[in-house]
């Protein structure tokens, strides 16, 4: 599921749009993708009918109408930021180029990487934010996301 969601600016998701995630997820989506924010945010894995999963930081429980439905989990990335603006701020200048891995429909595994929109020689260009860590303004953003969003998902 695609949606374009989320409050500008804002580096968490909002309850109202985490509730709604829940709801897609229960409805039987696999795998949410957001953006409108303009801002990373980080994403969560929601364990669907696994009563032993305890949600925690980056995590949520799902229950289902349907007690037969099979054990799973989805993925919620929030917030991709921006990938190629005009906006002025290095947050608004980067996205993320995320991965997801499935098994069926239970979701094994999620990567990620940044990219920035920076000034190229002919113009605007998106560069992986790895590549940029030789100026000080790019390499204090990739230390805020690595806190921010958490390095174990980073590929």
């Keep these: 599921v ?3 969601w989320g409050f500008e600016y804002e580096y968490y998701a909002d ?5 709604i995630a ?4 229960a409805a039987g989506a696999d795998v949410i993708v957001g ?3 303009h801002v990373l945010q980080p994403p969560e894995i929601c364990y669907v009918n696994q009563p032993d ?15 037969d439905e ?7 990335l929030y917030s991709l930021g921006n990938f190629g603006t005009a906006m002025g701020t290095i947050p608004c ?6 991965t997801v891995t499935l098994e069926g429909r ?37 230390t805020r996301l690595d806190e921010h969003l958490g390095t174990g998902w980073k590929r």
């Design 2 to 4: 695609l949606l374009h």
């Design 15 to 19: 309850p109202h749009f985490m509730v």
């Design 22 to 25: 829940r709801e897609l997820i």
């Design 35 to 37: 953006q409108g924010a």
């Design 53 to 67: 999963e305890v949600p925690g930081v980056g995590t949520c429980s799902v229950r289902t109408e349907d007690e």
């Design 70 to 76: 099979p054990q799973r989990a989805a993925a919620v």
């Design 93 to 98: 200048q980067t996205g993320m180029v995320a």
């Design 106 to 142: 239970h979701v094994t595994g999620l990567g990620w990487a940044a990219a920035a929109t920076v000034d190229g020689p002919d113009g605007p260009e998106i560069r992986p934010l790895q590549e940029l860590l030789d100026e000080p303004d790019y390499a204090a953003e990739m």
